[in-house]
């Protein structure tokens, strides 16, 4: 399975800034999505990322709250802007392996904590 | 639309004891896929298995099974002889294809097990 890498792994932020999210893959892949985990919760898909298009986003989710870049197979960023305490949550990256004839199974990176004072 | 029930927000062990987390899902599609997720405390989401809707044939790995019933809408996940390093969130998860051929997963709320030596 692919190796994802996440950072920064945890951040504590003022209201009102912004921080980006970096996700490193170590292959190339086509989709790349992010999630958003808020305490206690489940998983809750923020956007889908392609390389070489824009992100499409969820239900309930924008983009000028949550700007998204794919500037290539093995990259993306997330960034929260504007951030208010609503905002603190686990953010997580992942990837899309195809497996099998259908279907595909999605793995993790180790997420980012974001705290928001 | 696809809706996945973990009725069972928090169960608490002692080592050694089986136990066994229950999914319930939903939907109306005639193929999908289960998964299974483990979360530790550490937050990365960790894969355990996937599951097609054309196999019913129950899987053991390890200390590990699962048990698919399509009659019930179930894919329960037991644990044999649980150990401290068990204790982690669990999230039961279903996908079906959507539009462009990915398979995004919806998941439940989570399982919190904990597992006292």
């Known amino acids: 399975s692919a190796v994802i890498s996440q950072k920064p792994s945890r951040d504590i932020c003022q209201r009102g800034t912004s921080l980006t999210i970096q996700c490193q893959v170590d292959s190339q892949v086509t989709m790349m999505f992010w999630y958003r985990q808020q305490p206690g919760q489940s998983l809750t898909l923020i956007a889908t990322?392609?390389?070489?298009?824009?992100?499409?986003?969820e239900s309930g989710f924008v983009i000028d709250k949550f700007p998204i870049s794919r500037p290539n197979l093995t990259f993306s960023t997330l960034t929260v802007s504007n951030m208010s305490p609503e905002d603190s949550s686990i953010y997580l990256c992942s990837v899309e392996e195809r497996s099998g004839a259908q279907g595909s199974i999605q793995y993790f990176g180790a997420g980012t904590r974001l705290s928001v004072l | 639309a696809q809706k996945v029930t973990q009725a069972q927000t928090e169960i608490s062990v002692v080592e050694k004891e089986d136990v066994t987390l229950d999914c319930v899902y939903e939907t109306r599609d005639t193929t999908y896929y289960l998964f299974w997720y483990k979360q530790p405390p550490s937050g990365e989401l960790v894969f355990l298995i996937r599951?097609?809707?054309?196999?019913?044939q129950n899987e053991i790995s390890g200390r590990y099974s699962w048990n698919f019933q399509k009659s019930t809408s179930s894919f329960n996940f037991t644990i044999t002889a649980s150990q401290v390093v068990d204790s982690a969130v669990y999230f039961c998860?279903?996908?079906?294809?959507?539009?462009?051929?990915?398979?995004?997963?919806?998941f439940g709320r989570g399982t919190s097990l904990i597992v006292h030596p």
């Open positions: 599951r097609n809707s054309f196999d019913e």
């Open positions: 998860a279903l996908s079906e294809a959507r539009s462009g051929g990915s398979y995004i997963p919806t």
């Open positions: 990322a392609n390389q070489g298009s824009e992100a499409t986003y």
